[in-house]
Each structure stands twice: as C-alpha cells, then as structure tokens.
C-alpha cells in the first residue's frame, strides 16, 4: 500500500468464501493476511494495480459497531479488467447484468459477489 492509497474493505460474514470468490473471478494475489497462521479475519487482495480488502464484518469494529455485509448496494465496486468476457463466464451466476456496450463506448457488466456487494467490471480499453 502507498501512502494516500484509497482502496476498500468488503465486511463479511464468510471470509473465505468472499476471498476465494474474488481471487478466481478476477485472478487476485493474495497481498496481506491477519492473524498470519489459521483462518484470516482481515485479508487483502491485488487486483491488476489496486487493492481490495476483506474482513469479518461480525463482530464490533473499533468505532463500536458490527460492520454489516451489503444489505442494498450503497456502493458499487469498480474494476477495469483486460477480458470481460472471461470474468463474466468466472463469475457465472454472480452475473446481473452481462456485457453490453455502452452508449459512451464502454462495455460492461456488472456483478453481484457472495456478500451483495455489486461490482461494475469494465473492458480495459488499452489491457497492454
């Protein structure tokens, strides 16, 4: 992570299954686990240049409350990836919305990732 680097935390209820989730659909790396032995409780993931971090949302955070898993979407995830349509088949049935070109010249889809969280996944124009 750099300094002034923003990047999410996903709350979740099952960690591992969020994580694997991420790690097959977008073809993360592993960048940092906590506790470093046994089952993580907070984990992050490189995806292409960014970063995206994973904890357990049940139990009370530092500021007093249980961090909960996406009950509607207040926030939409956002990835650029270099084949769509590869995510698109890795996620099967997390699609919501399949690829389909924009009318501002984009082609997206968007995703819905075992949490509820909705992820708006966009061809990489220039992948190289």
Same mark, same amino acid.
């Given at each position: 992570?750099?300094?002034?680097?923003?990047?999410?935390?996903?709350?979740? +209820? #099952? =960690?591992a @299954?969020?994580s694997?989730?991420?790690?097959? &659909?977008?073809?993360?790396?592993?960048?940092?686990?906590?506790?470093?032995?046994g089952?993580?409780?907070?984990?992050?993931?490189?995806?292409?240049?960014?970063?995206?971090?994973?904890?357990?949302?049940?139990?009370?955070?530092?500021y007093?409350?249980?961090?909960?898993?996406?009950?509607?979407?207040? +926030? #939409? =995830?956002? @990835?650029?990836v270099?084949?769509?349509?590869? &995510?698109?088949?890795?996620?099967d049935?997390a699609?919501?919305?399949?690829?389909?070109?924009?009318?501002?010249?984009?082609?997206?889809?968007?995703?819905r990732?075992?949490?509820?969280?909705?992820?708006?996944?966009i061809?990489?124009?220039?992948?190289?």
């Amino acid at each position: 992570m750099s300094p002034g680097e923003v990047f999410p935390i996903v709350n979740c +209820v #099952d =960690l591992a @299954v969020t994580s694997a989730w991420y790690l097959s &659909v977008f073809s993360g790396t592993v960048g940092y686990t906590f506790p470093e032995e046994g089952e993580p409780d907070y984990l992050t993931l490189r995806i292409g240049a960014g970063q995206i971090a994973f904890g357990r949302g049940t139990a009370p955070a530092s500021y007093g409350d249980i961090p909960r898993p996406a009950t509607g979407h207040a +926030v #939409d =995830l956002c @990835v650029y990836v270099p084949d769509l349509a590869a &995510v698109a088949a890795a996620a099967d049935q997390a699609v919501v919305v399949p690829p389909t070109d924009m009318p501002w010249g984009e082609r997206v889809a968007y995703l819905r990732d075992p949490e509820g969280t909705m992820i708006l996944v966009i061809q990489d124009p220039d992948p190289d």
